[in-house]
Nanobody, 125 residues
Framework: QVQVVESGGGLVQAGESLTLSCAAS???????MGWFRQAPGKAREVVAA????????YYADSVKGRFTISRESANNTVYLQMNSLKAEDTAVYYC???????????????????WGQGTQVTVSS
């Protein structure tokens, strides 16, 4: 059974930084992984995604240049470094794992099989 655990959320001021961590256990090989977020009253959206190798990366336009996704080699641990945070980044952030063997990343929510419980990020302006 795959377990996905996020950590690192919190309350920060606009302009500050936070780093989220995600560890997915129960897998022998590295998988494509992604970070999503859901703000109150809005649909969940993809923030960033990374291939199993770490060589292919995707960022939503809204976070490009401010957020950095990275992963440890040979395991399913990923990070989301968030700089220059804005009030509109306030959301619950979810980590997800795609265990289909996808060579690249996916930005399609339904293609992720396992999800973490989410971690709250609140940015005050």
């Amino acid at each position: 059974q795959v377990q996905v655990v996020e950590s690192g959320g919190g309350l920060v001021q606009a302009g500050e930084s936070l780093t989220l961590s995600c560890a997915a256990s129960g897998r022998t090989f590295s998988d494509a992984m992604g970070w999503f977020r859901q703000a109150p009253g809005k649909a969940r959206e993809v923030v960033a995604a990374i291939s199993w190798s770490g060589r292919s990366i995707y960022y939503a336009d809204s976070v490009k240049g401010r957020f950095t996704i990275s992963r440890e080699s040979a395991n399913n641990t990923v990070y989301l470094q968030m700089n220059s945070l804005k009030a509109e980044d306030t959301a619950v952030y979810y980590c997800a794992v795609d265990t289909s063997g996808n060579y690249y990343y996916t930005v399609i929510e339904d293609e992720y099989d396992y999800w973490g419980q989410g971690t709250q990020v609140t940015v005050s302006s």
